[in-house]
Each structure stands twice: as structure tokens, then as C-alpha cells.
């Protein structure tokens, strides 16, 4: 007999795990109940995590509450309230252009990182923050850096009978970004997307893109020029030639290839050009954005 | 909790059993051909276009994309239950047949249900929030003119319902 555990704690949900590695961990459905009512997943056991409260939660930790621990639960609804907005921007930014409200109630942030697929919206900002992912089975709890975590294309470093339970990103000093482009506004997957965190007292700019690999890609180089030539101070706009240059070497980062969805070519223009919009909104010259 | 193929659902506040479930059946399969629910309407069972929308505690979600036997004892809020009453149209619905923003039918239900969950929230919402809450379900008839002309109407209804 099928059947569906509905978790009630985490331990719950890893003792059912324990007894049946198999089974498949359930939260919002958004991506699961997809291929279960095309008839591309057969239904085995199901551990339905989306009513573990010690999931839902967030909490700020570390000796200065600079760091976000997300619990895996939290709905893409919840990260674009304004409380967590005000944290992670760029991450309400990206939760907020997830589907359309209906799908924004379910889907959850934990359930986007576990599908890891190249156009998952949270996971370009999960990678500019240099996220790290908690995990936990019965046999302990382990943590992960994000790349260590989303490995390829849907593919993730979760072993049979492990749940993710949190992600923990920092809290920075510092205006954040995320930029889409699609076929369309809503409830859209994106073709291409980008998001950019400057880190004022680090004096940093972390830019990541998304769609554009099999994995999401930081633009190293263009954060190296960023560093050097951006005014952390001031954060007025930087010269042209800075936005383009780092335009350019945003989009030598992108691997793209050509799908259902979009050519090549035009996924490294569209890249280029979300690089510029993203670079001159941070610095554009107000200084107490991020005060 | 352990379910399979029996559990209970509550729907519009009343406990309805299910028995014999297949596994995987959604929420919205079991409302329709179950317990004869047929209100929410079965289109595209991959979320895209909202017709199947109903409340999970509180909540708008897609039902074509929820496991039923995992909404267990959770409370479910179908186009059925959206007035206490089957013969009075709630504000909403009065609204919709006003403005015309009704043709075929289909994807009605599900609208009804995201701008009864929008209004809950905002009886003042402006035409960008409007456009965003309805931005799940999908109309093929009517261009939307007609339905944000009934947003506005249900909105002004509601807000002289509520009494200051
Ligand atoms: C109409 C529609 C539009 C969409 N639009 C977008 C979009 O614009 N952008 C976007 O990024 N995505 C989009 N999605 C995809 C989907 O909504 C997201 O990927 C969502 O975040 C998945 O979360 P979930 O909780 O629903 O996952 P589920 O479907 O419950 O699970 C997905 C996967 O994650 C695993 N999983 C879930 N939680 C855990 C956990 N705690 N530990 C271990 N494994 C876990 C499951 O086993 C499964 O493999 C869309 C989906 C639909 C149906």
C-alpha cells in the first residue's frame, strides 16, 4: 500500500525517511504534481513536508544577526513579505517573480534549490549571497556551499533520505538586484536572469546569472573590475566605460545554449544588458540606499 | 499523520471522507470526481492557468498541484463555498455579472476565488496589484477589460460593506 506521511518535525520527517529512503519528500508540489499529473512520475511513498513549522521559520544569527537562516519551508509568498525583503532583497526580488500568487502560496524556497534546474529564480541570488545549505537525515546534519549543493543540470547533492532543512545567507550593508527576462512579466521561466549584491563595508560587488549554464555562474571577473573601480562611498553612478566593460565581462561568463526558450546569442545580449541595468541602479548615486 | 488511499478532507467546513483513492490523485481530481465538487474547473493540471483555484487554509494554490491525501484535514474553500448561502451571489460574483465579465465561464470560478483572496487583503487595491493578484489565471475570452472593471465594482462593494 501507497502511502503519505504528513510530517509534523523534522525529526518526524527523517524517521520516516530512515524507514523508507525511497520515499519522496513532498513541499509545495509546484514542480512534483506537475510531472505526477502528466504521467511522468509514478507515485510511491510520499513524506509531505509542508506542515513542519521548524521549516517555515527564519531567524537572524551570528554574534552581529548578520546572517539569515531561511527555514527550507518558507513559501517564495513569505520571502517577498517586507519583513524578509528588507533582508535579501534581491531574493524577494526573485521569489516575487515566481509564477503568479496561486503558485507563489506553495512553492517553496527549499523545493526550488532541490529541483535545481538552470532557470530555478532563486538560485542566482542564493549563489551571488554565497549561500549554504543545511541539510539533515537521521544520520546527522552536514552543511553545504551552494555549488557544492546544485552540481548540474536538476541535479543536487541530496542523498536518499536527506531533507533540506535551512538556507543561510548573509545580511548585507549594501543595494541588492534581480532582473528577469522572459517571454512575458508573469509566470514566466526565465530565459535569462541576473542578480547583483554590492557589500558596502566589504567593498564588494557579487553578480550571478542564472539560465545561462547548467548551473548558476558568477561573473568573477566583472566583480573584480566592480571592486576596484566602483565608489562604495559615494555609490554614485560609475563612469561608462566601467558599465561597459562590465557588461562585458558579465557576459563572457554566461555559457548559454540555444532551447525552446532561447538562442545563444541572444541570452549573452540579454545578460550584457540586465549587467548595465543592474550596476547602475545599485550605484546610483544615493548613498543612503543602503545606510 | 499516515494517509493512503482513505482519509478526510474539509471542505467548505464540513468533513467529506475519501475512500479508495488512487495515489498521486490531486486535490482537484478529488473534488470533482469524488465528491462531485465540479465548480473548480480542470484545464491545464500543470498550474498555468488558475481555473482550478481554491482557499488552503486561507490560501490561494492551484489545486490541480495539490496531493490530496496530503491536504488532509486541512481546510479547503472551493468556488462552492465562497457564499454561505447557494442561492445569494457574493460581492464578487454580483460584480462579474454587472460588468460582464463573464463569457464562456470557464476560467470564472478560479478568478472569483483570487479576487475574493485579493480583497480579503486590499479593498483598495490599485490596477497594478489588480493585474498582479489576477496574474494566475488565465482568460481567453474577454481581454480582461470587463474583469478589471468587476475587480473595481467588488471592491467598491466591499469597502461600503465594511462599516467604518
Ligand atoms: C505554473 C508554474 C510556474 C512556475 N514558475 C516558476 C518561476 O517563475 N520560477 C521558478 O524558479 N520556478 C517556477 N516554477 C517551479 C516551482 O514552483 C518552484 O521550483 C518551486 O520553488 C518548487 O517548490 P515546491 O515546494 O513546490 O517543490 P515540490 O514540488 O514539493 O518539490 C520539488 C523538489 O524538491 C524536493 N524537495 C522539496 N522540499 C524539500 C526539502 N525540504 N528537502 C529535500 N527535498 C525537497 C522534492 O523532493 C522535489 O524533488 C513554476 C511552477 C509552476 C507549476
Known amino acids: 500500500m501507497v502511502t503519505v506521511t504528513i510530517a509534523t518535525s523534522i525529526d518526524d520527517a527523517c524517521a520516516a525517511l530512515d524507514s523508507d529512503p525511497g520515499a519522496l519528500v513532498m513541499a509545495g508540489g509546484t514542480d512534483l504534481m506537475v510531472e505526477v499529473n502528466r504521467g511522468t512520475r509514478l507515485v510511491g511513498n510520499v513524506v509531505a513536508v509542508d506542515r513542519v513549522p521548524e521549516l517555515r521559520g527564519w531567524s537572524l544569527e551570528g554574534d552581529r544577526s548578520d546572517v539569515l537562516r531561511l527555514g527550507a519551508g518558507t513559501t517564495c509568498a513569505d520571502l517577498a513579505e517586507p519583513s524578509l525583503a528588507k533582508l535579501v532583497p534581491a531574493l524577494a526580488q526573485a521569489a516575487r517573480t515566481v509564477g503568479s500568487p496561486q503558485i507563489r502560496n506553495a512553492a517553496t524556497l527549499g523545493g526550488n534549490l532541490a529541483t535545481a534546474s538552470p532557470a530555478g529564480d532563486t538560485l542566482p541570488v542564493l549563489a551571488a549571497l554565497d549561500a549554504e545549505v543545511e541539510l539533515r537525515s537521521s544520520a546527522g546534519t552536514r552543511r553545504l556551499p551552494l555549488d557544492e549543493f546544485v552540481v548540474g543540470v536538476k541535479v543536487n547533492a541530496l542523498v536518499p533520505g536527506e531533507l533540506i532543512t535551512a538556507i543561510r545567507v548573509p545580511v548585507l550593508n549594501g543595494p541588492q538586484e534581480f532582473l528577469k527576462v522572459g517571454t512575458r512579466n508573469a509566470m514566466v521561466i526565465a530565459v535569462t536572469s541576473l542578480a547583483l549584491v554590492v557589500d558596502r563595508p566589504g567593498r564588494t560587488v557579487r553578480v550571478a546569472l542564472g539560465s545561462v549554464a547548467p548551473v548558476p555562474v558568477r561573473a568573477i571577473e566583472a566583480e573584480v573590475l566592480a571592486a576596484e573601480r566602483c565608489d562604495f562611498d559615494g555609490m554614485s553612478v560609475p563612469p561608462d566605460e566601467v558599465v561597459e566593460r562590465f557588461a562585458i565581462l558579465t557576459a563572457d561568463a554566461a555559457r548559454p545554449i540555444d532551447d525552446h526558450r532561447g538562442s545563444a546569442a541572444y541570452r549573452r545580449h540579454a545578460v550584457s544588458v540586465l549587467a548595465r541595468r543592474a550596476i547602475r541602479r545599485a550605484f546610483s548615486g544615493v548613498p543612503s540606499v543602503a545606510a | ?164
Open chain 2, 1 to 164: 499523520m499516515t494517509t493512503s488511499e482513505d482519509f478526510s478532507l474539509v471542505v467548505n467546513g464540513s468533513h467529506r471522507s475519501v475512500v479508495d483513492a488512487l495515489p498521486g490523485e490531486s486535490l482537484l481530481f478529488v473534488l470533482r470526481e469524488r465528491l462531485g465538487l465540479i465548480g473548480s474547473k480542470n484545464a491545464c493540471e500543470e498550474g498555468e492557468c488558475g481555473s482550478c483555484t481554491v482557499r488552503l487554509d486561507g490560501e490561494t494554490v492551484c489545486s490541480c498541484l495539490v496531493l490530496a491525501a496530503a491536504a488532509a484535514d486541512r481546510e479547503v474553500v472551493t468556488i462552492e463555498g465562497l457564499t454561505s448561502e447557494e442561492a445569494v451571489l457574493s460581492d464578487v460574483q454580483q460584480a462579474f455579472l454587472d460588468a460582464g465579465a463573464v463569457q464562456c465561464g470557464f476560467c470564472t470560478p478560479g478568478l472569483l476565488m483570487a479576487v475574493d483572496a485579493l480583497l480579503d487583503a486590499d479593498d483598495e487595491p490599485d490596477e497594478l496589484t489588480v493585474r498582479e493578484a489576477i496574474s494566475g489565471n488565465l482568460c481567453r475570452c474577454t481581454g480582461y477589460g470587463r474583469i478589471l472593471d468587476a475587480v473595481d465594482r467588488a471592491a467598491s462593494a466591499r469597502r461600503s460593506q465594511v462599516t467604518p
